[in-house]
């Protein structure tokens, strides 16, 4: 397995297209940039301008089609284009979804969920395993955003995560932002969500912004939809803050994918999140040193 590249200084913003002419002319002051292969696989000018940033930026490379969660397996064919564009551009981490999006070679445009039991840590343990090969690097499983469980499960997510972590050697992507909304759609603490990871295993954080809708199914039920549609709220700079406490400074990301605003604003996310996280790092030690 190959080392990290280059680490950030601060934090990154998620490149999307519509910004990325932006980016290769100006290259604003981001911490770093993270990509969906997806998004270059199939097209090359993209591509190339990708390749001319990689030299001053620390990339992430973030899968959304390799679908760990997937019984009828991990699409090989994907998986040689991503491990092509991935040693294109050496990242210094590669990551994807605790999920499924495909079934048969059919692509649907959702990260599905998974129930939390002993025969899908096996299926994920071996998919992931197999990822890792055929990437020749570590990856990442970031934790979902979740509007339903399944009554087969037996174990909650932190311990299913735990488990894959322990079986597979992966690391984790915390995505702050689908912690809070989870617990609050699930009825769950997130507070002790965080207490319970392997702190050791998280190598990266994401925050990005979710939208309060009416739960068709339960009239008056306010469900979070993580639409990456807006800023980053308050309870989630707090548990941000908290996270950063527990686990120390992580390469930490803004994620914007809808209406998507003025790159001017998602450097701004950037830098509060570098403030929160510098506050967050000083209030820790001042409370090591008066212990
Ligand atoms: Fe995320």
Known sequence: MRSTRRLPKGA???????HLAEVVATRPPAGWLEIHPENFLANPHATELLIELAPHYPISVHTVGVSIGSV???????????????DLLDPMLVSGHLAWSTHDGEYLNDLLPLPYDEETLRLLAAHIHEVQDGLGRPYLVEN????????TSTMNEV???CELVHRTGCQLLCDVSNVHLSAHNMGYDAYQYIDGLPANAIAELHLGGFTPEEDEANPGVELLVDTHATVVADAAWALYAYTVRRIGLKPTL????????P?????GEAARADDVAARAVATEARGVASR
């Open 12 to 18: 990154g913003i998620g490149l999307r297209l519509p």
């Open 72 to 86: 009828s397996g991990i699409d090989r064919s994907h998986l040689k284009r991503v491990r092509a564009l991935v």
């Open 144 to 151: 979902p955003s979740s509007y339903v469980g399944f009554g």
């Open 159 to 161: 311990e299913f995560l």
């Open 254 to 261: 803004i994620e914007w994918d809808n209406d998507i605003p």
């Open 263 to 267: 790159l001017a604003t998602l450097l």
